[in-house]
C-alpha cells in the first residue's frame, strides 16, 4: 500500500484576514477576467465571455475591496487597480455601456471612466 504523502495545509485560524481577504479578491478579480473574456486573443468571441456574469463579479469585488480597504494596507492599491481595469473593460465590451454611475460595482467605488 502506498503512503500518501504529508500535506502541508494550513489551519484557517492561522491565515491573517488580510491574506483571506486578498485571496477571495484575487479570485474574484480572475473570475471577472474570465466573463470578460480577457484571457482569449478575442475577448469578443471568448467562449467564457458572459458579461452579466462579470456584472455580478465585478461588483462583488467593487463590494469588497471597499469594505476591507481600511484593513488591506498596501495591498489596497494594487487590488483597487485591478478592480479598475476590469470594470474599463466591462465597459469597453458592452455593446450598451452603463450610463456612469451605473456600471458594474460603481455604486460602491464611483464612476469609473
Keep these: 500500500m502506498t503512503e500518501l504523502p504529508e500535506i502541508d495545509v494550513r489551519e484557517l485560524a492561522a491565515v491573517p484576514s488580510v491574506e483571506i ?33 462579470a456584472r455580478r463579479l465585478i461588483t462583488a469585488l467593487a463590494g469588497l475591496i471597499t469594505a476591507s480597504a481600511e484593513y488591506l494596507g498596501p495591498h ?8 479598475q481595469a476590469v470594470q474599463r473593460a466591462f465597459r469597453e465590451g458592452s455593446a450598451v455601456p452603463d450610463e456612469p454611475g451605473q456600471g458594474p460595482g460603481e455604486k460602491y467605488t464611483g464612476p469609473v471612466y
Design 76 to 83: 489596497a492599491a494594487p487590488l483597487r487597480d485591478g478592480l
Design 21 to 53: 481577504i486578498s485571496r477571495a479578491a484575487v479570485m474574484l478579480l480572475s473570475a471577472a477576467a474570465e466573463r470578460l473574456g480577457l484571457a482569449d486573443t478575442e475577448p469578443e468571441s471568448s467562449p467564457h465571455r458572459d458579461l452579466d456574469e
